[in-house]
């Protein structure tokens, strides 16, 4: 059984179980968004399996300046009934072990699957089991189980792209939901959409900046974390052939060059190439949208600063129209990058295109 499906099962029974009440009054989930609990038995913290996780969900990303982990990963025992129930009210939490194994952590593993769900690990067919909001509300909670230590830990490797993912699709929810709870302020994003067919959600504390034709900034101007953001758009393109990461990347410097300077006009933003910091690109559909994310380091021309951005681009095929925009934050006296990286990320995804734009403004 793939692992979209084993989510989908385990996802209708939470929610079966939640049916049953007239409103989920459980709890929230205890434990920040980017720290993962691991209950393992202490003797197997070294073990392959052990070594398969740290290299998964503690991988270091090098898109910084400095590299930070995925995750911050904390390993644990079980002790107790009582440290078990407290385990399972973590946010983040992953229970990995042999199955048939004696310890403590394998029978309780055992206890959480079925007999049926038993059968596919021993045969092979299935390891991890995602089960999310069913202890607690705004929980991630993970089983990874093998008939073996070494078989355990290959299936991690091996999946290496669908396990974070299944975890990062679960932070950006949770970011989105923190960055926007306070207050948000729709006047930006309705005045996005009469005035330009487009829109994204714009954070309580951000202020509008410039506003020209085809370009827009906003700026969240704190002391020791300033960070702003940009959109960029234009008409009439009807052949993409030429949108890949160099035409992203120039186009993203022009405009940083225009837009985006420092206290003198010689000083102005630009993106720093070098062999350390790699620069990571994906490409995702979004509804109709096409979308390419890049995040790297950008860095100001004759000035030292820089800091991390992630940048969107958006090919919107029912009206023609590209769109970019881009994140960015200057805080040298935050030591940790990442989670303001994931903020970005989840900010960026809340993008929509007016599809009826082109009938609107002709």
């Known amino acids: 059984m793939s692992l979209r499906k084993t989510v989908f099962l385990f996802t209708c029974i939470a929610a079966t179980i939640l049916s049953a009440c007239d409103g ?16 393992m038995d202490s003797a197997h913290f070294d073990s392959k399996t052990a070594e398969a996780i740290r290299a998964t969900y503690g991988k270091y990303q090098f898109h910084m300046l400095n590299p930070e982990e995925n995750y911050n990963l904390s390993f644990t ?37 079925d007999a049926g769900v038993e059968e596919r690990v021993r045969s092979g067919e299935s390891f991890a089991f995602p089960i999310k909001d069913q202890w607690y509300k705004d929980q991630y909670a993970l089983i990874l ?20 993912s299944d975890i990062l699709e679960r932070e950006l929810s949770r970011w989105t939901y923190d960055v926007y709870e306070k207050k948000e302020q ?18 309580h504390d951000y202020i509008a900046r410039i506003d020209t034709s085809d370009f827009i900034s906003f700026r969240r101007n704190l ?23 160099d035409w992203i990347n120039a186009t993203r410097d ?20 070098n062999d350390r910091i790699q620069m990571r690109m994906n490409s995702f559909q979004k509804g109709r949208y096409l979308a390419y994310e890049t995040q790297g380091w ?53 993008f929509e295109s007016d599809s009826t734009w082109n009938q609107r403004s002709s």
């Open 223 to 245: 002391e020791i974390n300033d960070r702003w953001f940009w959109v960029w758009w234009k008409d009439d393109v009807t052949d993409i052939n030429f949108l890949d990461s």
């Open 254 to 273: 022009s405009l940083n060059q225009l837009y985006i300077k420092g206290s003198t006009e010689n000083k102005f933003v630009t993106t720093e190439y």
């Open 77 to 113: 025992d079980i002790r107790s009934n009582s440290q078990l129930d407290r385990l399972k009210g973590m946010r983040n939490v992953i229970f990995a072990g042999v199955l048939d194994d004696t310890t403590d952590v394998s029978r309780a593993i055992r206890g959480f699957l």
């Open 298 to 350: 950008w860095t100001m021309e004759n000035a030292a600063m820089g800091g991390p951005f992630v940048n969107f681009t958006y090919y919107d095929p029912a009206t023609s129209r590209l769109f970019m925009i881009e994140y960015s934050q200057f805080a040298p006296s935050v030591r940790k990058k990442l989670p303001f990286i994931r903020q970005f990320r989840a900010m960026g995804r809340t």
């Open 186 to 203: 729709t006047q930006y994003s309705d005045s996005m959409w009469v005035n330009h067919g487009f829109k994204v959600r714009v954070q």
């Open 145 to 164: 189980s093998s008939t073996s230590d070494s078989a355990l830990a290959e299936k991690i490797v091996n999946s290496e792209r669908s396990l974070m």
């Open 24 to 39: 989920d009054f459980r709890s929230r989930a205890q434990g920040s968004i980017n720290e993962v609990i691991v209950v």
